[in-house]
């Protein structure tokens, strides 16, 4: 075992094939994870629940996408449990810099109270985590990113695990040999995010 990531094209083929990493919380020793069932979100499937739809309609956040993926991924890091290490803040700035991983800022004035980033490969992306400081903020963050991705031609948005959260927002569990066709259809997909 490593407690290193390995290069850009490796992690990449890594996610192609339906595995993302995690550290062991104890020994920071990179593991690869392939869950059966898989969670995605289908991207045409997002609920919006009446709180939120209020907040939406309130427009009290300003959402933007790629402005401060830094600051995104550190605030998603910054909780007493995570496994955002510096060895992840590192791997995935350099994915954000050759354009493979993306953010999407929300922002209460003029200050990111909110995100979620991820990694992008052709037409599906693959959500890797999210934070809020405001109540809302990852919600309407998840929200933009489901409609942003629709409009762009995006088939699949992966979410890795199913929590009680998620599912409240749509998402679902599919067994992995379903989730292997949608993600090699959906890898051939040219998308812009």
């Given at each position: 075992?490593?407690?290193?990531?390995?290069?850009?094209?490796?992690?990449?083929?890594?996610?192609?094939?339906?595995?993302?990493p995690m550290p062991e919380p104890q020994t920071e020793e990179i593991e690869w994870y392939r869950p059966d069932p898989r969670a995605i979100l289908p991207v045409d499937k997002f609920h919006v629940s009446r709180s939120l739809r209020k907040v939406l309609r309130e427009n009290i956040f300003s959402v933007t996408h790629n402005r401060d993926f830094t600051q995104v991924i550190s605030g998603c890091a910054n909780r007493t449990e995570t496994w955002i290490n510096s060895e992840f803040l590192r791997a995935y700035t350099e994915l954000h810099r050759m354009?493979?991983?993306?953010?999407?800022?929300?922002?209460?004035?003029?200050?990111?109270?909110?995100g979620v980033y991820g990694v992008q490969l052709g037409g599906a992306f693959f959500a890797e985590s999210m934070f809020s400081t405001k109540d809302n903020a990852s919600k309407v963050a998840l929200y933009d990113l489901t409609t942003h991705l629709r409009r762009q031609g995006f088939s699949l948005l992966e979410i890795?695990?199913?929590?009680?959260?998620?599912?409240?927002?749509?998402?679902?569990?599919?067994?992995?040999?379903?989730?292997?066709?949608?993600?090699k259809k959906a890898q051939k997909v040219a998308c812009h995010f």
């Open positions: 075992m490593t407690k290193t990531l390995p290069p850009a094209t490796e992690l990449l083929w890594a996610y192609s094939q339906g595995f993302f354009g493979h991983a993306h953010s999407v800022e929300v922002w209460l004035d003029e200050k990111i109270v909110g890795q695990f199913l929590t009680p959260h998620l599912a409240s927002l749509g998402a679902i569990e599919i067994p992995d040999d379903e989730y292997q066709t949608i993600l």
